[in-house]
């Protein structure tokens, strides 16, 4: 039941999301939105996306609202940082 | 057929004598060997490797992409890059470039990847120091690759040949290690084999993962410490899993040196193996030593045959994969008493490297006789036959102590401290 049959004899793999396992296990913080103070949330209107363009994994939508993928975003909190309007807030995983 | 056309042919066809450096036989042997991708960034003594096989590039008697790059690290990884798309390739270094090489020496390995590489042996700086020693491929003995010694430019044309049958057979890069001017620079004939009996000795390289635009790969993505299913939901290694791989492919390794250097003497006359025996039988020690020094100590060994002192040389051929079952046979089929290493490196606080590998093969095979370790010629201080034959002498009246007084403190030959 080994791995010795996988068919590599190095690391590959096919492109894929995720293709490096489930990376949103490596978080201890996830970033909360409110929707009330994000800015294309308010407004309705496609605007702003800071939160999409810095994040590192590309796990946020450029949708309205913005929304994360807590499968892969792995809890670096760039986007709490770059947000225009302080409406991404960092929260433990404890809670 | 007109005499003149035979002659012709048979120039084509047969293998003829050139007066070669070390340096121009790797060039020479690059050339056989249907080499399509070669990045290498000059450095001394390696310099004469570069600009020879730009001369072939030049000429058109050789047709490769020859990539220029900015330094060590960006030649390995051009060499990298192109042999995971496919192209037998080749680069070469030595001291402080081959150390500048080190992170991408283990990218190398670990992708499994069969490079071959030249190194004329230099001493690392500091100080500034572009003469010979090991020091260089010692220190990266632990990267995952396979590292063969030669002691000759004849050696040195027929390991390179060698070396991409060996690599290509286990999936593992190979460095082809030689003293730095010593060899590098020091004109002697070389035989160089037919081009068309190469051909047959060195089968096209067939990767071992190919990269297709129409099924694309990401080679190398993050593995962590336990086996994972890919996104074709197949159970895939770990790090820890493809490092016992290419353990596995090392450890299968001296079988395919010896597979090689047998294939070898059949087609071209000159055999290859393992180790390298000279005036062993009934010897009561035995020098042991990498590259040139093994081949300049034999006028000392005959010197001491001729006073009736029972001494032999083993060269150690293959250092990486260690040998350790051969090397320890080898020893334990003499009947010597001892050993002398006598080798251009030291691992700093201890002592020789191949001096500590050697132990531990003869300690794991129960072969009980003392091992003494001598430094020698670190940054090119010279080795004359006269100093061999003195540590030898001195080694040799160990083999008469009683046994528990045989062990001697490590020896920096002709050290003017």
Same mark, same amino acid.
Not at chain 2, 332 to 344: H, L, N, Q, S
């Given at each position: 039941?080994?791995?010795?049959?996988?068919?590599?004899?190095?690391?590959?793999?096919?492109?894929?999301?995720?293709?490096?396992?489930?990376?949103?296990?490596?978080?201890?913080?996830?970033?909360?939105?409110?929707?009330?103070?994000?800015?294309?949330?308010?407004?309705?209107?496609?605007?702003?996306?800071?939160?999409?363009?810095?994040?590192?994994?590309?796990?946020?939508?450029?949708?309205?609202?913005?929304?994360?993928?807590?499968?892969?975003?792995?809890?670096?909190?760039?986007?709490?940082?770059?947000?225009?309007?302080?409406?991404?807030?960092?929260?433990?995983?404890?809670? | 057929?007109?005499?003149?056309?035979?002659?012709?042919?048979?120039?084509?066809?047969?293998?003829?004598?050139?007066?070669?450096?070390?340096?121009?036989?790797?060039?020479?042997?690059?050339?056989?060997?249907?080499?399509?991708?070669?990045?290498? *960034?000059?450095?001394?003594?390696?310099?004469?490797?570069?600009?020879?096989?730009?001369?072939?590039?030049?000429?058109?008697?050789?047709?490769?992409?020859?990539?220029?790059?900015?330094?060590? /690290?960006?030649?390995?990884?051009?060499?990298?890059?192109?042999?995971?798309?496919?192209?037998?390739?080749?680069?070469?270094?030595? %001291?402080?470039?081959?150390?500048?090489? /080190?992170?991408?020496?283990?990218?190398?390995?670990?992708?499994?990847?069969?490079?071959?590489?030249?190194?004329?042996?230099?001493?690392?700086?500091?100080?500034?120091?572009?003469?010979?020693?090991?020091?260089?491929?010692?220190?990266?003995?632990?990267?995952?690759?396979?590292?063969?010694?030669?002691?000759?430019?004849?050696?040195?044309?027929?390991?390179?040949?060698? %070396?991409?049958?060996?690599?290509?057979?286990?999936?593992?890069?190979?460095?082809?290690?030689?003293?730095?001017?010593?060899?590098?620079?020091?004109?002697?004939?070389?035989?160089?084999?037919?081009?068309?009996?190469?051909?047959?000795?060195?089968?096209?390289?067939?990767? /071992?993962?190919?990269?297709?635009?129409?099924?694309?790969?990401? $080679?190398?993505?993050?593995?962590?410490?336990?086996?994972?299913?890919?996104?074709?939901?197949?159970?895939?290694?770990? *790090?820890?899993?493809?490092?016992?791989?290419?353990?596995?492919?090392?450890?299968?390794?001296?079988?395919?040196?010896?597979?090689?250097?047998?294939?070898?003497?059949?087609?071209?006359?000159?055999?290859?193996?393992?180790?390298?025996?000279?005036?062993?039988?009934?010897?009561?020690?035995?020098?042991?030593?990498?590259?040139?020094?093994?081949?300049?100590?034999?006028?000392?060994?005959?010197?001491?045959?001729?006073?009736?002192?029972?001494?032999?040389?083993? /060269?150690?051929?293959?250092?990486?994969?260690?040998?350790?079952?051969?090397? @320890?046979?080898?020893?334990?089929?003499?009947?010597?008493?001892?050993?002398?290493?006598?080798?251009?490196?030291?691992?700093?606080? *201890?002592?020789? @490297?191949?001096?500590?590998?050697?132990?531990?093969?003869?300690?794991?095979?129960?072969?009980?006789?003392?091992?003494?370790?001598?430094?020698?010629?670190?940054?090119?201080?010279?080795?004359?036959?006269?100093?061999?034959?003195?540590?030898?002498?001195?080694?040799?009246?160990?083999?008469?102590?009683?046994?528990?007084?045989?062990?001697?403190?490590?020896?920096?030959?002709?050290?003017? $401290?």
């Amino acid at each position: 039941m080994g791995t010795r049959n996988c068919g590599h004899i190095t690391a590959s793999s096919s492109p894929a999301v995720g293709e490096a396992g489930r990376t949103g296990d490596w978080r201890v913080q996830h970033p909360q939105f409110d929707y009330a103070i994000c800015t294309p949330a308010k407004s309705g209107i496609p605007s702003c996306f800071r939160c999409w363009t810095f994040c590192p994994d590309a796990v946020i939508t450029k949708t309205v609202p913005p929304t994360v993928n807590l499968e892969y975003c792995k809890g670096c909190g760039i986007c709490s940082e770059v947000c225009p309007t302080g409406a991404i807030t960092m929260v433990s995983e404890e809670n | 057929m007109t005499s003149a056309t035979a002659s012709k042919n048979k120039k084509q066809t047969a293998s003829e004598t050139k007066i070669l450096t070390a340096n121009y036989a790797a060039a020479e042997a690059v050339k056989l060997c249907g080499v399509q991708v070669i990045s290498a *960034y000059p450095i001394t003594p390696q310099t004469p490797v570069v600009e020879k096989l730009m001369e072939f590039v030049h000429d058109g008697s050789i047709k490769v992409e020859f990539v220029t790059v900015e330094s060590e /690290h960006s030649a390995i990884t051009v060499c990298i890059s192109a042999s995971a798309v496919g192209a037998r390739v080749f680069t070469a270094s030595c %001291a402080n470039g081959l150390a500048l090489m /080190h992170e991408q020496l283990h990218w190398a390995a670990g992708s499994r990847l069969p490079i071959v590489m030249a190194i004329p042996n230099r001493a690392v700086a500091a100080p500034w120091n572009i003469l010979n020693d090991q020091q260089d491929s010692i220190s990266q003995r632990d990267t995952g690759w396979i590292q063969l010694y030669c002691r000759n430019s004849q050696e040195v044309m027929d390991s390179i040949i060698q %070396a991409y049958r060996i690599a290509e057979d286990v999936m593992v890069p190979v460095m082809v290690c030689y003293d730095g001017y010593v060899l590098s620079h020091t004109h002697m004939p070389v035989e160089v084999p037919d081009p068309a009996a190469v051909k047959s000795y060195l089968p096209d390289y067939v990767p /071992h993962t190919i990269l297709d635009p129409a099924d694309p790969r990401n $080679i190398n993505p993050v593995t962590l410490a336990d086996p994972r299913l890919n996104a074709e939901n197949v159970l895939c290694h770990g *790090y820890f899993e493809l490092r016992y791989l290419l353990q596995e492919a090392l450890l299968r390794t001296p079988e395919s040196v010896e597979k090689a250097g047998r294939e070898f003497g059949r087609l071209f006359g000159r055999e290859y193996g393992i180790l390298d025996h000279y005036r062993c039988d009934d010897a009561d020690l035995v020098m042991v030593s990498m590259g040139s020094l093994a081949s300049e100590a034999m006028d000392a060994v005959d010197r001491l045959r001729d006073e009736g002192k029972k001494i032999g040389i083993i /060269h150690v051929r293959l250092y990486r994969p260690f040998p350790a079952e051969i090397i @320890a046979g080898a020893v334990a089929e003499t009947g010597c008493r001892g050993v002398a290493v006598i080798e251009k490196d030291v691992s700093y606080g *201890y002592e020789g @490297a191949l001096c500590t590998d050697l132990k531990a093969a003869l300690f794991d095979y129960g072969v009980n006789v003392f091992a003494h370790s001598y430094i020698a010629g670190l940054g090119g201080r010279d080795v004359k036959s006269a100093e061999l034959y003195d540590a030898l002498s001195r080694s040799y009246e160990y083999c008469s102590k009683p046994e528990g007084s045989r062990r001697k403190d490590q020896e920096w030959l002709n050290c003017l $401290i």
